[in-house]
């Protein structure tokens, strides 16, 4: 049965490649739960894992248990005997395949960093008795949670023979605070129909010692963490301390943000179903608007400090004047402001529809409320309700611009579907790229990677280490060629002065994230990975 072939870096690896950091030198020998700092800094936190090759080739790669553990034995994966999978010519990804985070390249470029592909290999770390498995679900709802839950329960037991999955309830606190419950693929048949999550949520309460005691008590060996950057934060911190008491259990992080914001991945999942449920709430507003004389649609979606749920739902839509977004600072009055662009737009067609991303306009609500900044229990900043205020300043403030009909705001109507977007089961697509996480971080987990996040760059899933996609968030460029096309679509304002533009050129002239940088990824679009390949 077993082989101990594998060391930290995978064993076949291109011995081109040369390894930068000291793990392999310097791991720890004995077996289990030892306290290992092979890769640990002076601060406590994992070092990176880079790997160079030739012509500028880097891998960024994720830890692997036996980096701390390398007498692990190996298994043969199960699914080489499964009907379903062993008909796949080539079902095993090749332990050399890595994913590049860039693929418009020039003649001249370096081959720039790249990422391990996921995907099942053929040997795997855990014996499929010997697995007991968890979920937890951290943050706000998004669509798709439940469908991600189910995949992990059904994929983990059809391809892998796992009978041991244990839910977490109620978010991170859950793990010292809550009673577990035990996840089949039977009871976890009909959830993704639902919206929510069936394990609960919650923010703030990461105690990281009190949950990797739990972990270590109840025996669990995988812990499947699903969660936004905060939840990816808190994933990162219970793998260092795993890796720091030295335990065998992978920790895989599967990102979960409706409001896009994760840096490096394509897409988050849910995104696409709360852009279309927006549609909805959209076509209200402008029904609204239009029925009446200078009628104003406003409709706030989320979006706390990423707009682009705001700017997607706006391109869908074309019912939309103004989408304003926390990326683009705008201000009301004066000339290129917003009431003058409302006036005009009001007397060329007589009603108007806004969609105003939560997080905009924060700093313009905070002077004129003149409020104190509140923290949620995670220590996210508690925003201000720009709908509320929009559409109070548009009533009160906009009904005295002089050549404004009286009749003018008579009647505004806020929208507010934030969180209608969010409550919803995910859509058809979103079903099938919740699947392919599921199992994605599923194939991680047994091959033995651990302190990953998983997710699709350039269509491709790959593992990507924690520190790469919670150091930035992915935010809308507004000087790139998707918010250009917004606003050439809607006819507003940039609000900008010219000034402003080249200094934010400027800033994004060094090396931004995957999805900073336009070039990468559908011009900052956002590309469709609702049916990639694992
Ligand atoms: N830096 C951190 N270190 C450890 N844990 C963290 C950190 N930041 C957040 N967490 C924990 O992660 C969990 C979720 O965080 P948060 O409420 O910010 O949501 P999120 O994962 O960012 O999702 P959302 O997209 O809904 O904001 C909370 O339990 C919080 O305590
Ligand atoms: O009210 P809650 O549950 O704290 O969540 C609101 C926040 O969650 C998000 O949806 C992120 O998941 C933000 O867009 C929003 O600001
Ligand atoms: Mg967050």
Redesign the pocket.
């Known amino acids: 049965m077993g082989s101990s072939s594998a060391s930290g870096l995978n064993p076949q690896i291109d011995p081109n490649l040369v390894l930068k950091s000291s793990l392999s030198a310097s791991a720890v020998k004995a077996p289990v739960r030892v306290p290992s700092p092979a890769r640990m800094g002076f601060d406590g936190k994992s070092q990176p894992k880079i790997v160079e090759g030739e012509r500028g080739y880097v891998l960024e790669d994720v830890p692997h248990l036996t980096d701390y553990l390398p007498d692990l034995p190996t298994h043969p994966n199960p699914l080489q005997d499964n009907p379903a999978y062993s008909v796949v010519k080539q079902y095993f990804v090749n332990v050399d395949d890595t994913v590049a985070q860039k693929i418009v390249v020039h003649k001249s470029s370096p081959r720039g960093t790249h990422f391990r592909r996921s995907g099942p290999r053929q040997k795997v770390y855990f014996e499929s008795d010997e697995v007991h498995a968890c979920i937890v679900t951290?943050?706000?709802l998004c669509p798709g949670l439940n469908t991600v839950i189910r995949e992990i329960v059904c994929g983990l037991h059809h391809m892998y023979g796992v009978n041991s999955v244990l839910g977490i309830q109620g978010?991170?606190?859950g793990f010292y605070a809550r009673n577990t419950i035990n996840l089949t693929p039977k009871s976890v048949n009909d959830i993704h129909k639902r919206g929510g999550t069936i394990l609960g949520t919650?923010?703030?309460?990461?105690d990281t010692a009190k949950i990797v005691d739990s972990i270590e008590d109840r025996g669990i060996n995988q812990v499947y963490i699903i969660?936004?950057?905060?939840?990816?934060?808190?994933a990162s911190?219970i793998y260092e301390e795993i890796e720091r008491r030295g335990l065998k259990v992978a920790v895989a992080g599967i990102p979960?943000?409706?409001?896009n914001d994760i840096a490096v991945i394509d897409k988050s999942f849910g995104f696409d179903s709360a852009v279309e449920e927006a549609q909805r709430a959209i076509n209200a507003a402008h029904v609204e608007a239009e029925s009446v004389e200078n009628g104003v649609g406003v409709v706030k979606l989320m979006g706390?400090y990423s707009g682009f749920i705001a700017m997607y739902a706006t391109l869908a839509s074309r019912d939309v004047d103004c989408c304003l977004i926390p990326e683009s600072p705008f201000y009301l009055e004066g000339h290129g402001g917003l009431f003058e662009y409302m006036e005009k737009r009001l007397k060329e067609q007589g009603h108007m529809v806004l969609v105003v991303a939560e997080g905009a306009g924060q700093d313009l609500i905070a002077e004129s409320l003149r409020s104190m900044s509140v923290e949620?229990?995670?220590?996210?900043k508690l925003l201000l309700d720009v709908g509320l205020w929009l559409s109070e300043k548009i009533r009160v403030d906009l009904a005295n611009f002089p050549i404004v009909a009286v009749s003018f705001c008579k009647k505004t109507e806020d929208a507010n579907p934030t969180y209608m977007i969010r409550a919803i089961p995910s859509n058809a697509s979103d079903n099938v790229y919740c699947t392919l996480l599921a199992h994605s971080a599923i194939h991680g987990a047994m091959a033995g990677y651990t302190g990953f996040t998983t997710g699709p760059v350039n269509g491709r899933h790959a593992y990507i280490p924690f520190h790469r996609i919670t150091e930035t968030q992915n935010k809308v460029v507004i000087t790139d060629r998707m918010w250009a096309r917004l606003l050439s679509s809607t006819n507003q304002p940039s609000f900008l002065n010219s000034h402003i533009i080249e200094e934010s050129k400027k800033e994004e002239e060094s090396p931004p994230t995957q999805l900073l940088d336009g070039e990468n990824c559908m011009e900052n679009g956002v590309v469709d990975a609702s049916l990639p390949e694992l």
């Open positions: 951290c943050g706000g978010g991170y606190k919650s923010r703030g309460g990461h969660g936004g950057d905060g939840t990816q934060k808190g911190v979960k943000t409706i409001d706390r949620d229990p995670s220590g996210n």
